[in-house]
């Protein structure tokens, strides 16, 4: 049987998981980075939608982060869902509510965010490769 392997490596975390493949296993690391991204939405009046729907807040006991983008909003291929917001129009979201939150972003119509998204590097070793190779996944 397979278990997850977890190691701290430099510039991130590095996480060594381990996947059943048929009777074998394989190895797949990943380096994982933390990006810090300021970002400037724009909308052109205060009913159109800011097209991505937001969860958590410290009344959810989570940071703020984006569930939902809509195609062709404001939001669109600006901000992604899990992108956790850090600052709302220069305001720490660490402690703020949902709604609060919410009434930031409903009553602007340029927005400054930063928000922190994970970025993931997968990296197969060379055993890894071979290992797959044997087994025909690749093509």
């Given amino acids: 049987m397979c278990n997850p392997i977890r190691r701290l490596g ?3 975390k590095k996480f060594s998981g381990l996947f059943k ?3 074998r296993c394989s190895i797949l690391s990943r380096e994982v980075a933390l990006a810090t991204i300021p970002l400037l939405l724009e909308r052109s009046s205060l009913q159109q939608s800011w097209g991505f729907r937001l969860t958590g807040g410290v009344d959810f006991r989570f940071g703020l982060a984006v569930k939902k983008v809509t195609p062709n909003s404001p939001s669109h291929n600006k901000i992604y869902p899990g992108d956790g917001l850090a600052f709302i129009d220069g305001h720490d979201t660490s402690t ?4 609060e939150a919410e009434e930031f972003i409903r009553n602007s119509l340029r ?3 930063v928000v922190r998204r994970i970025q993931l590097d997968a990296k197969l070793n060379e055993f890894t490769k071979k290992d797959i190779f044997e087994l025909g996944a690749y093509n």
């Avoid at 703020?96 to 709604?99: D, G, L, R, V």
């Fill in 10 to 12: 430099t510039g991130g």
């Fill in 21 to 23: 493949q048929g009777t």
């Fill in 96 to 99: 703020m509510s949902h709604s």
């Fill in 111 to 113: 927005l400054q965010l």
